[in-house]
């Protein structure tokens, strides 16, 4: 069974910094493309960052560019997400979840159970 586990979240003071980590199991973590996704109540889903398992293969959200940094450890099965610059607008619940295939952009099929970052002015 796919298991997908984060971790990291907590409070954070503007312009602060953060390292969500994902712990991936029950699947062949290294074939599949791997990514962030947050979402806060009263708000639309947004992708944050998705890294294919080429991993060569990086999006990141304009929103995030430059602040944020996707990794994953293929031999660990982990995920990570590093947030620099973080402001009050990033507060949300973060989603680890891995893409139906290798490459970023297709669909997120199996997710995590989120992690909350809270951000104070």
């Known amino acids: 069974e796919v298991h997908l586990v984060e971790s990291g979240g907590g409070l954070v003071q503007s312009g602060g910094s953060l390292r969500l980590s994902c712990a991936a199991s029950?699947?062949?973590?290294?074939?599949?493309?791997i990514g962030w996704v947050r979402q806060a109540p009263g708000k639309e889903r947004e992708d944050v960052s998705c890294?294919?398992?080429?991993?060569?293969?990086?999006w990141y959200a304009d929103s995030v560019m430059d602040r944020f940094t996707i990794s994953r450890d293929n031999v660990k099965n982990m995920v990570y997400l590093q947030m620099t610059g973080l402001r009050p607008e990033d507060a949300d619940v973060y989603y680890c979840?891995?893409?139906?295939?290798?490459?970023?952009?297709?669909?997120?099929?199996?997710w995590g159970k989120g992690a909350q970052i809270t951000v104070s002015s």
């Open positions: 029950g699947f062949r973590f290294r074939d599949y493309a």
């Open positions: 890294l294919g398992n080429d991993i060569h293969s990086t």
């Open positions: 979840a891995s893409q139906a295939g290798p490459y970023c952009g297709i669909v997120y099929d199996y």
